[in-house]
């Protein structure tokens, strides 16, 4: 993982110099969080000692720093790098909304997982999401308003884990979100063309309007000075209350007054489902792949079961001989990737509402016979990329999960001077959510990750329905690698269903190719997931879409638009990396 092999040295780089410095491009109008411009390509990791943070902007990377070298931990860091980004980049990620965490505990030695996923209301049914006749609704009319709302868990999972594990109190670390929206920060370019982009429905509800336009209408401009005293307000509430400051009492008031109101598509958030909401433990899902444990969120996600399928699947294959620039190891990752959302569509859900064979869609010699379907020399046919029947005492009949997943969302990985390693994904789903903001902050619309549609054409039960009380399924895959018990990477990215791909792509670049982690966050993406191959257009992964067409995939040029935040933990000391197509930074010391 650490020694560069000289052979693949040379088609690494020529893969990733070929990434060219993209002009500022409109983003594509079902996609608001789609890329605002590529940076120049680094492949040099940031390199530290002691401590590093790599997140999605640099003011919340810098404040997570500070907190670290204040002698705060990689959760007390967390805290702060998580309220710092529901600010500057409050399309993506906050309070509103919900979040996985991966959490290495370097004193207990122990790598666990916290579900911080939004859950839905007590009076949510699974008819939520269709219409009159009982069809489905369009996706934005289900997002934008309050029908798509779910309890958020963020908080309480930041508040709670900090509780357990955090040093310094948690006054101090909620302050430094507080000075920035009372001093403001300037408008970032990415936030300005989300905002041009988004123009039309973040315009519809007054909160978001307010806060996003100029007294013109006219969206912010780049390095205008955005203050948010209503931010600053909610998060002094929170700083003094704690969770219950957010989840009971005036904030909590807001949160549900604006859901129920949403003019044209209210939805049926309660102040007891704020009230009633828990994070959960849970075990982390690990496969090993190699020389690794690679581990993540199990469900309510199916980040770490998707990710450890690709890994599983071609784990026969020796792909590390193949290498980057070979179409034919795109054709078994491509395939492999089909094949894992072909179960994740069939049998991923949340667990606590739903059985499903957990343990079965990781099992060795499962994957091993499923692996012997992409011994051919082609791309797999159409009717030849099903579900696979997963060892699993409960024989039951499940329809294809039809759920509409968009980009959107952050991650950020810190490593602490002790050696706590933090690896979160989080989100408020769409880009701006359900464009309902209260408090300073914008609430999510989580819910549409439920697929919409209750029943398959046959008439079998989709495991990712609506029900009361239930987490809709992500694709979040926050991940930690260990090697000999002892964490090795902490990696994930946003990118809505695409994240599995972006994830697993990078986790290949790294244990597989040996690349460093800034060079595998900069590597063209190739993403397959439910049959199309999407290549990254203006790269050199497009040069890879005549050699996948003549083996018989689908090829789509596609602005595909990853945010890996990965830090490793070498011998030698961390290396961080940060995605190129958004506006972020690894800092460490
Ligand atoms: N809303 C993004 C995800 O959970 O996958």
């Known amino acids: ?61 810098e404040a997570g720093l500070q907190i670290l070298k204040k002698g705060g931990n990689a959760i007390d860091a967390m805290v702060t790098t998580q ?5 500057v980049e409050p ?24 579900d911080g996923r939004e859950t839905a209301p007590a009076a949510a049914d699974p008819t939520l999401f269709l219409d009159e006749a009982g069809d489905p609704l369009s996706f934005y009319d289900a997002v934008v308003g ?42 970032s370019p990415r936030l300005h063309a989300l905002i041009v982009e988004e123009g039309q429905r973040l315009k519809r509800f007054a909160g978001a309007r307010d806060y996003f336009f100029d007294a013109k209408g006219e969206p912010l401009k780049v390095g205008a000075i955005l203050k948010n005293e209503a931010f600053a307000k909610t998060l002094r509430l929170i700083a003094d209350k704690g969770a219950a400051g957010f989840y009971e009492g005036p904030i909590a008031e807001d949160i549900v007054r604006t859901v129920q109101n949403a003019e044209g598509n ?14 959960v433990e849970r075990e982390p899902v690990c496969l090993t792949y190699r020389a690794y444990e690679v581990c993540g969120m199990g469900p309510p996600s199916s980040g770490a ?46 667990i606590d509402y739903v059985p499903m064979p957990l ?114 399924r992500s694709s979040m895959a926050p991940t930690v690698v260990m090697q000999d018990g002892k964490p090795v990477l902490a990696i994930g990215s946003p990118g809505g269903s695409r994240i599995i791909g972006y994830v697993a792509e990078a986790l ?3 244990l597989d190719w040996n690349m460093n982690v800034q060079e595998a966050a900069s590597l063209p993406h190739l993403v397959n997931r439910f049959g199309t191959y999407d290549v990254e257009a203006g790269t050199d992964a497009a040069k890879l879409a005549g050699p996948l067409s003549d083996l018989g995939f689908e090829v789509k040029e596609a602005d595909l638009n990853s945010g890996i935040h990965a830090i490793a933990i070498t011998p030698e000391g961390l290396e961080g990396g940060a995605d190129p197509r958004r506006e972020g930074v690894a800092l460490g010391e």
């Not at 399309?91 to 916290?114: E, H, M, N, P």
């Not at 300073?440 to 008439?459: I, M, R, V």
Request: charge should be neutral; glycine fraction near 10%.
């Open 359 to 472: 343990r079965g869609l990781l099992d060795k010699d499962y994957l091993a016979t499923r692996s012997k379907l992409l011994m051919g020399d082609t791309a797999l046919a159409k009717d030849a990329v099903a579900p696979g029947t997963p060892p699993w005492d409960h024989a039951m009949l499940r329809g294809d999960d039809v759920a509409i997943e968009l980009p959107s969302t952050s991650h950020f990985s810190i490593v602490d001077g002790t050696g706590n390693v933090v690896s979160i994904t989080t989100t408020i789903e769409n880009g701006f959510g359900s464009r309902l903001m209260t408090g300073g902050f914008l609430l999510n619309n989580e819910l549409t990750d439920f697929s919409f549609e209750t029943h398959d054409a046959d008439g079998a039960v989709i495991a990712n329905a609506v029900a009361p009380g239930k987490r809709p």
């Open 1 to 61: 993982m650490t020694s560069l092999r000289p052979v693949l040295a040379a088609a690494i780089a020529g893969l990733l110099l070929a990434i060219p410095c993209r002009a500022q491009q409109a983003a594509d109008a079902v996609e608001p969080e789609a890329p605002t411009g590529m940076r120049p390509v680094s492949t040099e990791p940031a390199k530290a000692t002691k401590f590093m943070v790599a997140a999605a902007n640099q003011l919340a990377a």
């Open 146 to 187: 309050g029908r798509s709302v779910g309890t958020p868990g963020t908080l309480r999972l930041i508040f709670d884990t900090h509780e357990r594990f955090g040093a310094l109190d948690w006054k101090t670390v909620v302050q430094p979100a507080i000075d920035l929206a009372t001093d403001g920060f300037k408008v």
């Open 305 to 350: 079961l998707t990710v450890g399928q690709i890994l599983g699947l071609i784990e026969p294959f020796d792909i590390a001989a193949l290498g980057p620039g070979s179409a034919k190891a795109w054709r078994l990752i491509g395939d492999a990737s089909r094949l894992a959302f072909a179960d994740r569509g069939r049998y991923m859900a949340d």
């Open 91 to 114: 399309q993506s990620s906050g309070i509103g909304g919900g979040a996985f965490l991966v959490y290495f505990d370097a004193k207990a030695g122990r790598l666990t997982t916290f």
């Open 508 to 510: 290949i670049a790294v």
């Open 266 to 279: 209210p939805g049926r958030l309660a102040l007891s489902d704020l009230k009633n909401y828990r994070i």
């Open 83 to 87: 309220l710092v980004l529901n600010l």
